[in-house]
């Protein structure tokens, strides 16, 4: 059993020699007894962070990827990456190196420098947790709550993307019972598709009044949040919300909600004229659609067509999903 920080030897194989410089705005970067690093940057500062408890497999890629749809979800581009790994005492020191490497290929991706953290065993946990902040920066802003009565409603992509994906790759024995070969690796390529970056990118180029990313609790809580947030109502039809076969099978065979799986990769748009987005997002191959639209009632509806049901944050539905697997 092993407590405590990692050795400076560790350190310097499983983290300081994993992370590579590549932004210029950092000025002090992570090494041996530096605590703290330092930047430069001109533009409004963003700063997201968010920890990735419900999965095992592929965890420092995701934690850095959903954190970074927070900044693009904001009109921003990420910089920086702070990253914490707490590991049982079970764990080993080569587990928390891929959980670095998975990390910085991702931030390689995103153009994102990781610039220090922390790493350490503990018993206060029973897995890997993974924690990451990420720095942005933007000339302007895009918030979640300006969302406007009378706007349409997008969304990109199609619901539980995340979900599935945690799934897929943690729980394959389980899922294996009820999808065939070629449905378990389609869920497990459903990776490719969580982040946000490029449609991000496109609807800040437009006239929208918000956006904002679906995570936990899914789509219905990530709506609840965005006109809660905003002081309006809106009413989603679920007929025109689009889901992956796979995460539909997945969902019905778990007996899970597929409307509050984190659904990291799909993105909300507030738009008061949405057809020239929605056009963009066709030509740059980015599925899309009108699936509602924001009101002045307050409520907060989903129509599925023979009832509705009035909406608000709930606890996400993975977790439910990984009770049935175990």
């Known amino acids: 059993m092993k407590i405590g920080k990692l050795t400076n030897p560790e350190l310097i194989d499983c983290v300081f020699g994993v992370i590579k410089k590549r932004r210029d705005e950092v000025k002090v970067r992570s090494s041996l007894a530096q605590d703290c690093s330092s930047f430069e940057i001109d533009d409004t500062i963003l700063i997201s962070t968010d920890p990735i408890t419900g999965a095992d ?80 920066k933007t000339d302007k802003h895009i918030t979640a709550d300006s969302a406007k009565a009378g706007d349409s409603i997008i969304l990109t992509k199609t619901i539980g993307i995340e979900g599935t994906v945690i799934l897929a790759h943690d729980y394959e024995k389980k899922l294996r019972a009820f999808l065939t070969d070629d449905e378990l690796e389609q869920a497990k390529q459903l990776k490719n598709s969580i982040s946000i970056t490029e449609e991000a990118l496109i609807a800040r180029r437009h006239n929208i009044n918000a956006m904002h990313d679906i995570t936990e609790g899914g789509l219905f809580g990530a709506l609840a949040e965005m006109a809660q947030a905003s002081g309006v109502g809106a009413v989603i039809e679920t007929d025109k919300v689009k889901t992956h076969p796979v995460t539909e099978k997945i969902c019905s065979s778990l007996g899970v909600d597929k409307y509050r799986l984190i659904s990291s990769g799909s993105l909300l748009i507030s738009a008061p004229r949405p057809k020239e987005l929605l056009e963009a997002f066709e030509q740059a191959g980015i599925q899309a659609a009108v699936v509602g639209k924001f009101n002045d009632t307050k409520e907060i509806i989903a129509d599925f067509g023979d009832r509705q049901e009035k909406l608000s944050t709930k606890y996400d539905q993975l977790f439910d999903a990984v009770k049935r697997c175990k």
Do not use: W
């Not at 928390?96 to 990781?114: G, H, P, S, T």
């Open 57 to 136: 497999e592929g965890a420092g890629g995701l934690a850095i990827k959903i954190n970074a749809n927070d900044i693009y979800a904001a009109g921003g581009q990420p910089v920086l990456a702070v990253i914490t790994i707490l590991a049982p005492p079970n764990a080993t020191v080569e587990e928390i190196k891929r959980v670095m490497v998975d990390a910085e290929n991702e931030a390689e991706r995103n153009n994102i420098e990781i610039v220090g953290g922390h790493t350490e065993f503990t018993d206060a946990v029973n897995k890997i947790v993974v924690s990451v902040t990420i720095i942005g």
